[in-house]
């Protein structure tokens, strides 16, 4: 059932191609093209990893379409509940997340119109929301969330799209290629340095700082190997204290408007003897230079990269773990599905 594969992670991991290529095949329905459109405000409310995807989603909405989001975690909203205007959206891969469902009904009861995105159809959050953009990842069985993660990034970038009247259809019609092309990365070094570790950093800018969130997200859980993800501008008001030459720093460095502020960042960590992992794109060697370990990833759109360095960081989680011969698919203490608050 693994397919030859290891792991169901790493099968699923190589299975994103075609979820990402799913979900922007399948497209938007026209009620939900009409309530994405009316929208003057957006509110995501998630949890976990799919509480990453949400404020990517946040950065690349608000700079791409300048439409204002907010994102709140399922578990927070329901006791502090925000005042609300405009759509709510619910994203949930399994669709039965007691706190994701929580909050969508309290969405629900302010009147708001609501909108699910999940992989489950059939599940709760589609039972309590006007309409579903349904991702197309398939079952995901590890834990861990990878197609679905890459497939809730379809989707809210197909949202995103619409907004923009087609802008990048070009784009996302052809994202899974380089997802593709990401997968057969080298990254033993990298790995290496992880599983010699007890602290990682993960750091980026804009939509690279929840990327970086997940890709702690992804160490700990599978690995158990403690990683924070920062905002990489915040390291120096206060975790720089922790860098030494023992705590690898994975930073994200791609042409986007933050790359030479960011590159700045990295220099400021070297200098404190942190080794770096660095990703960035296809020929930068001036990067490359100034970094312990390069790892490139293919010059897209800035929407590719976001899925590109995120496919990268589930690769080091994943070797990482199997360095350390965790039990992968099924790490200790996590269900697949949190269904009590
Ligand atoms: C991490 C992971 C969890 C889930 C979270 C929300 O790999 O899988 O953090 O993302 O429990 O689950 P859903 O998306 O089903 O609401």
New binding site residues.
Partial sequence: RKGGFTHYMLKEIYEQPQSFYETIRAGISERVRKMVMEADEITLV?????YHTALIFKYLAESLCSIPVRVEMGSEFKYFTPPLRGLVIA???????AD?IAALKMAKARNCPTLAITNMQGSTVTRIADQTLLMRAGPEIS???TK?YIAQLAALMEIINVRCEGAFDDVLSHAHLAIEDVLLQEIKEAVDLCAKAEHIFFVGRGPFYPVSMEGA??MK?ISYVHAEGYAAGELKHGPFALLTSETPVVAICTPCPTYGVMASNIKEMKARRAPIIAIGVFGDTELAEIVDIFIPIPKTHLLVQVLTASVVLQLLAYHTACALQRDVDKPRNLAK??TVE
């Fill in positions: 998630a949890c976990g990893t799919s994203v949930s891969q399994s669709g039965e997340t994701t834990v861990a969330a679905s997200l992804k859980e599905s949190v």
